[in-house]
T-cell receptor
């Protein structure tokens, strides 16, 4: 199958780290992405990782890729209330880069 | 602001009608992608155009069609609308297929 799977909800306290997990099925995916969607808004490209990398860090964001298990995670350090949103994992498909999205993880940050 | 614009922001119409959604890509981006976001199906790729030509098709219904014009803007036409077509429709643009930048979306409500 071509499903990208994510847990639907995550709740954390402000200042804690958040870890959002994703599994994908297509081992030929070249790039894997994390997008953020705030209420009433479009999708914002947060970060990405190339399939030959294991880890990518970008300020408070760390992406880990385990190709053997087809597992991707996004860690947000020092989570803030402004990080509350839905986070989508996506893999690129085919030579044209069409994206296959997970259902999204709703992150709630409690003060 | 991603630089991708979509109009209209909201659209309410009746079953059986036809609507046109418009997308203007980021300056210089040749690729335009259309996605549908609904509660039951999540985010699904519909169709991609590159410099005026159709490049890839996803889960797009026969009642839906799209085109990309010489000025690179794109239109998604939805006809014989059904209640189940109510969704958010996103356009994304890309210079290379590697990174897609999403517009704010058009929310379609079919009554």
């Amino acid at each position: 199958g071509e499903d990208v799977e994510q847990s639907l909800f995550l709740s954390v306290r402000e200042g804690d780290s958040s870890v959002i997990n994703c599994t994908y099925t297509d081992s030929s995916s070249t790039y894997l992405y994390w997008y953020k969607q705030e209420p009433g808004a479009g999708l914002q490209l947060l970060t990405y990782i190339f399939s030959n990398m294991d880890m990518k860090q970008d300020q408070r964001l760390t992406v880990l890729l385990n190709k053997k298990d087809k597992h991707l995670s996004l860690r947000i350090a020092d989570t803030q209330t402004g990080d509350s949103a839905i986070y989508f994992c996506a893999e690129s498909k085919g030579s044209q880069g069409n994206l296959i999205f997970g259902k999204g993880t709703k992150l709630s940050v409690k003060p | 602001d991603s630089g991708v614009t979509q109009t209209p922001k909201h659209l309410i119409t009746a079953t059986g009608q036809r609507v046109t959604l418009r997308c203007s890509p980021r300056s210089g981006d040749l690729s335009v992608y259309w996605y549908q976001q609904s509660l039951d199906q999540g985010l699904q790729f519909l169709i991609q155009y590159y410099n005026g030509e159709e490049r890839a098709k996803g889960n797009i219904l026969e009642r839906f069609s799209a085109q990309q014009f010489p000025d690179l803007h794109s239109e998604l036409n939805l006809s014989s609308l059904e209640l189940g077509d109510s969704a958010l429709y996103f356009c994304a643009s890309s210079p290379s297929g590697r990174f897609q930048y999403f517009g704010p979306g058009t929310r379609l409500t079919v009554t």
